[in-house]
Each structure stands twice: as C-alpha cells, then as structure tokens.
C-alpha cells in the first residue's frame, strides 16, 4: 500500500503557523503566554482518542500534530495514499479572556486538500474568516482536519503554511459596581452602573454574588439597558451576620464586562420584636387574681348551720352563733357565704311576716276542720 508520510504541525498562537515536511512546530503550555499577538488564545491537545496525534515537542515544549513514523504512539506511518483521512477531535481553541474573540483559520494550500473543520463534522468548516466563531470567556472549541490524497497531484506536501486568525471587537461594554444599600438580616439592594454599551442599542445587565469565599456565584435575572444608567436589584433569602461578595456585570454578542466585587455583611439580629422581660432574682411572683361572684359575702363557716336550723319547722335551731341566726331570721341576710339560703330568705322580713300568717291561719283552719270532722262522727 502506498502512504504518504506526513507531519503536520500547528503554530498555534502565532498568527501564521507552518505545514511542513517533516518539521513544524506551535507554542504550547506556559509557552503560549509569550506570545502577545493572540492574547488569552490557547490551544492544547483535547481528551480524545485522535489526541495520540497531537504531539509535544521535548526539548521546545511545542504541539505537533504528528502523523508520521516519529509519532512513537501511532501504529501506522503516515496518511493513506489515494485516500481521504479524517482526523476528528484533534486539539482545542480556547479563550480566558473577558472581552470575547472571533477565530478562525486560514492555509495556503489552493486546491482544499487539507481542510480544518470542527469537533466531528467534516463539514463543518473552522476555515476563512465566514466560518468563524465566537468565544466568550471560558468557552472552547475542538478542531479536527481532513487529508485529501485521491489526487495524484493533490500538492499535500507543498502545505508551507496555516494561519489561526483572532479578531477583538473594537467597542465594548462598560460597567461598574457600587455600593449596596438597604441591608437587613436577609436582603440587600445591589447597586451598579451602566457606564458604555459598546454601539448596541441594548445591553443586558445583572448581578453575580455568592458568600465571601463561595465558589459558584448566583445570578440575578438580566435587565436590558437602552442607555448608560444605574440599576439596582434586591436579592432576598440570605444568612443573617453572614458576609456577601457581588459584581454588576453587563454582556452582548460576544464580549462581556464585570464590575470590581464589592462587600456587605447582613444583620445579624434574630427578631425586630422586643425581648420579653427577665425575672430578677428575689422578686415576688404575681399574685393571682381571685375570682368573685356579684353580691356574694365571704364565707365564715356558717352556712352549714343556717342550713341545720331551717330543718323540721323551720325554725331556727341555737347555735354557737346566735346573732347570725336571729339575723336571718329577721332579715333574711342568714349566716351562708351568700347571704342565707332561699329558706331563711322568706322566713325573714316582712314577707317572712306573711308567710308565718298564713301558715298561722292554715294550722288553724286544719285544727277547725278536724273538730267539725270529729263532731260529725260521734
């Protein structure tokens, strides 16, 4: 079988970059920050299978993608002859910056034999600057690259050179964070301002903010600003005594700007309401009411006896207490803790007047019909 024996490397970075026949080289790790042209652009061999052709150079600490016999991890020594090779997943394109970036690639090979495209899609293409793509801060891409070889006169290894392209966009949003107000034990209102809007007509705007030392952040719902202007967001559900950390942060498109982070501490009071207070030792505990009935007398023990002396005729039997009796007697005011029962209540005062008549008068009007009775029998 025929093969082609090739090595292909990628000046990463740097923007013009090398194909060649067999040497390339691209800078890689701690290596890539010297290079200024592309800041906060890296590129490293990504987790897939297909990372066994990316290769890292020893002695300059640079990334080959190697698909040649010197690549100790590959069980070939080239690219297929009469073929096309597609070669997924190789290494990535990531950005750290803030600002957000445009990236794409560019060769010099006219004829389209070696073709970059991304992730997993030949068709995908990651080549000229209409297939480019937008990064924000901490997004990445992978970047795959097929070999077309079916060509007799393909020209693969005429490939001199590549180029990775970065464009930053020109105008960017501004915006800061000021100080929160409003702070209670479990809310804040958040302050930031608006400051530029980078040519758009809108710009969304929300607050990040987690505790002190946190690592995930919590977002407000974004509000879209038309102009430069403050806002403020009240954020609700947080720890009392308990120190914050937010930033106002304003995004479009493809760049974004966060605030410097500012700090507020909740309150850490428990109520609002006032502590109830507290017993000093040696007080008196309060003494409880007691409960009376209208009109009632204390009683003095002298109800039991009132009771016993209305009992047979009605008359009051002698006692200890004689004027108590005599009183009710005469008054009805008994000797009871109310006063007398309903008994010496009649016996006494003039309806006990009355009623010591009629009974008077009943007596002897029963004596008068047992002696008519009488006379009439014998």
């Known amino acids: 079988m025929n093969r082609q024996l090739a ?18 080289a691209v800078p890689f790790g701690e290596d890539v920050d010297e290079v200024a042209e592309l800041p906060n652009v890296t590129m490293s061999p990504t987790d897939a299978p297909n990372s066994v052709y990316a290769d890292v150079d020893d002695d300059t600490g640079e990334i080959r993608l ?21 070669i997924d997943n190789l290494f990535t394109v990531t950005y750290t910056g803030d600002r957000g970036v445009y990236v794409w690639l560019t060769d010099d090979e006219a004829d389209d034999n070696l073709r970059f495209y991304r992730d997993d899609d030949p ?6 600057e209409a297939d480019g793509v937008r990064l924000t801060t901490g997004d990445s891409i992978r970047v795959g690259f097929v070999v077309d070889t079916t060509d007799p006169d393909h020209g693969v290894e005429a490939i001199d050179t590549f180029t ?12 800061e964070t000021t100080a929160a107000s409003d702070v209670t034990r479990s809310s804040a209102v958040l302050g930031g301002e608006l400051t530029e ?21 919590h977002e407000t719902v974004p509000r879209a600003l ?23 942060v304003a995004t479009m498109d493809w760049t974004t700007d966060r605030g410097a982070i500012e700090t507020f501490t909740t309150d850490a009071g428990t109520s609002s309401d006032p502590p109830e207070p507290t017993p000093t030792p040696g007080d008196d505990p309060p003494e409880k009411p007691t409960e009376e009935t209208p009109g009632a007398t204390p009683d003095d023990g002298t109800a039991a006896t009132d ?47 009355l009623l010591w008549l009629l009974l008077l008068l009943l007596v002897l009007l029963v004596v008068g019909l047992a002696a008519a009775l009488r006379t009439n029998l014998s």
Request: net charge negative; glycine share 16%; proline share 5%.
């Open 7 to 24: 090595a292909i490397a990628i000046l990463g970075v740097v923007a013009v970059g090398a194909v060649l026949f067999p040497t390339a």
């Open 66 to 86: 190697n698909l040649t016999e010197e690549n100790q991890r590959l069980a070939g020594d080239g690219v297929n002859g009469d073929a096309v090779t597609e």
């Open 123 to 128: 068709t995908n293409s990651f080549e000229g």
């Open 164 to 175: 990775l392209h970065a464009e930053y966009p020109e105008e960017t949003v501004a915006v």
């Open 197 to 217: 809007l980078g040519g758009s007509d809108e710009v969304p705007v929300f607050f990040e903010y987690r505790e002190t030392g946190a690592s995930d952040w």
């Open 226 to 248: 038309t102009s430069a202007d403050t806002l403020s967001e009240t954020v609700t559900d947080l720890e009392p005594g308990t120190e914050y950390e937010y930033r106002a």
């Open 307 to 353: 009771a016993a002396g209305t009992a047979g005729q009605g008359v009051a039997t002698p006692t200890d207490t004689p004027d108590a009796s005599l009183q009710g007697m005469e008054d009805g005011s008994g000797g009871g803790s109310d006063g007398g029962g309903p008994e010496l209540q009649l016996l006494g005062g003039p309806a006990g007047s």
